[in-house]
């Protein structure tokens, strides 16, 4: 029989993974709720004509197509098959795909429910999310995001706010970060000073992968999108740009006075860099002019999160999107919000192995077992250990002690409970700590304060 196998880009996870993953989600959760942002969920499957269209050129096709159900290909022509169009066909037999991210399903919620929402709306989602890319280091086909947006409002205090929740988040996990935010609107400055301002997605997809192919490449990349070597020219200078935030926004203000949306966007970035003087926030601001975020749906300020001490990709991103209600029939909301990538932070701690020691135990004590009269003396005990919260088990056989000594060194268990008939006769518990090896008799109402030591 050949050996089971799971897809390319996804993963399966231990307790111990699950525990450390759950203690990502727990933190984000628990900042998510001090902003007042309120949990959703929507499904895993959504239509195509909800997701095609929304992520441009290269996201629709990273999008996970699912083949509808019974005879899918009934309906097609032979002549449609002759085309041999997959992505034609694939519109065809799929009515159905896998969620892309969590932004676009939002989207799609907040118009099938607007009557039941209160504006503004601030929502924090985590589940998971597909993508048809080419597994690598950092990079899955199956994932979770982390996302918190506020619709209805267009004041830049939102940007503010998510950023100190970026900046929150991080702190408590242990990460050093840089911050890079950018604006959409500075880049269509860019696009239409040089005469291009219809070229707008192909200069910021070109240019958000400058860190990762280098300029050379990027400006090849412009070419081919029908840039000319006068215009690329023009661009270098400002996605170069070096200096501190508000010696770049300076520079940029002379550089775009032509252009109203340039000034527009500068504008915004100066007001969101002068409201975060005013908040402690631990990590590194920077204006990046290369940071692009890929997706069309970003129309203001846009951000990404890069951890300082690993080498990995970004771990957190988002912005501003002033209409993307508007594909779904309600125009004129506009929203702000920011993902954040758990599978890629998980990467980062463990490779920092920053984790909490208290992620590492699923239960505090494991009592030993002798046998049935000691185990009567013992299940009262647990069930008021486990009353007050405190996770703790019953080795289920009696089994000989060196085996359930081993079996609470491999699961990490710190305390140990041992119960014979002296201390049934005493009404106590002896109490070993498994990392120092220090014993100690306690009264058997006693033992929640001796496992807290």
Known sequence: MAQPSIPKGTRDFSPAEMMKRNYIFDTIRSVYKTYGFLPIETPAMETMQTLMGKYGEEGDRLIFKILNSGDFKSG??????????????????????????LTVPFARFVVMHRNELQLPFKRYQIQPVWRADRPQKGRYREFYQCDADIVGSTSLLNEVELVQIIDTVFSKFGINITIKLNSRKILSGIAEIIGKPDKIVDITVAIDKLEKIGIENVNAELAEKGLSEAE???????????????????SLRQTLATSEIGQKGIDEMEYIFSMLKHVDVKAVLQLDLTLARGLNYYTGAILEVKANDVEMG???????????????????????????????????????????????????????NFGETEVLYILPI????????????????????????????????PFVAIVGGDEIAQNKVLIKNMATGEQELVDKDAVAGKILC
């Open 314 to 368: 970004s771990i957190c991103g988002g912005g501003r999107y002033d209409n993307l209600t508007g594909i779904f029939g309600m125009p004129g909301l506009s929203g702000v919000g920011i993902s954040f990538g758990a599978d890629r932070i998980y990467d980062v701690l463990n490779q920092l192995d920053a984790y909490p020691k208290d992620t590492k135990e699923a239960t505090k004590l494991l009592f030993v």
């Open 382 to 413: 647990i069930a008021k250990l486990r009353a007050e919260g405190y996770a703790c088990e019953l080795y289920p056989d009696s089994a000989k002690m060196k085996k359930q000594m081993q079996y609470a060194n491999d699961r990490q268990i």
């Open 76 to 101: 097609v022509e032979a002549s449609e098959f002759a085309e041999n169009s997959s992505l034609a066909l694939a519109n065809k037999f799929c009515e159905k795909a896998l969620r892309y991210d």
């Open 232 to 250: 690329i020219q023009a661009i270098q200078p400002i996605i170069l740009l070096q200096g501190s935030n508000e010696e770049k926004l300076q």
